[in-house]
């Protein structure tokens, strides 16, 4: 049950970060946030730089649709689905 715990709270904060960086990018795309500020291009660097090794091997799968990026809601339904179904199912858990 701990190692279960364990992966449902490091999924929980991969979960934040993946929140955080879609919401950002809605942000700067709508020019809410300006990237030239240095708080903001160190946090958007940092976010890329932590879901980059995620969202790479799901861009070579998907098609090539330039202006939308589909990685990152592929790979939230992906984490949703871990989260929900896939772990529990593992550990024998029901919820």
């Not at 809605?26 to 300006?34: H, Y």
């Not at 090794?53 to 090539?64: Q, S």
């Not at 339904?77 to 919820?95: E, T």
């Amino acid at each position: 049950m701990i190692i279960y715990d364990l992966l449902q709270l490091i999924l929980g904060v991969v979960w934040m970060i993946m929140i955080a960086h879609i919401i950002m990018s809605w942000l700067i795309s709508f020019q809410v946030l300006n990237t030239q500020q240095p708080f903001v291009w160190q946090l958007w660097a940092g976010l890329n730089r932590l879901l980059e090794p995620v969202y790479a091997p799901i861009r070579r799968v998907l098609p090539d649709t330039r202006p939308l990026d589909l990685a990152p809601l592929v790979a939230f339904i992906g984490l949703i689905a871990l989260r929900s179904i896939i772990l529990p199912a593992i550990f024998g858990l029901r919820y």
